[in-house]
């Protein structure tokens, strides 16, 4: 099972950007695809974007133009470049190999002035 970690989340004004890193133990030989998904205070986790091992995304209409879904295979990372970031982006934000992989801890992001 792939165990993620998630990192790089923080504190920033409206229209500023953050990146967040996803880090994967164990093998992803067999794992296609790859999920970031967030959830905001009191509402459910919802899908922001996915990717898979070829480097194909897909993402939310709510982010699209603004982030970007990145991976390196070799280093089993990650990356989610996240611009013009508006405070309903506001949300802990998780990675996920696989529709059914186990979730890491997230990474609290605040959008704020």
């Known amino acids: 099972q792939v165990q993620p970690v998630e990192s790089g989340g923080g504190l920033v004004q409206p229209g500023g950007s953050l990146r967040l890193s996803c880090a994967a133990s164990g093998n992803l030989f067999s794992i296609n695809y790859m999920y970031w998904y967030r959830q905001a205070p009191g509402k459910q986790r919802e899908l922001v974007a996915a990717?898979?091992?070829?480097?194909?995304?897909s993402y939310a209409d709510f982010v699209k133009g603004r982030f970007t879904l990145s991976r390196d295979n070799a280093k089993r990372m990650a990356y989610l470049q996240m611009n013009n970031l508006k405070p309903d982006d506001t949300a802990v934000y998780y990675c996920r190999f696989g529709a059914t992989g186990s979730w890491g801890q997230g990474t609290q992001v605040t959008v704020s002035s």
């Open positions: 990717i898979t091992s070829g480097g194909t995304t």
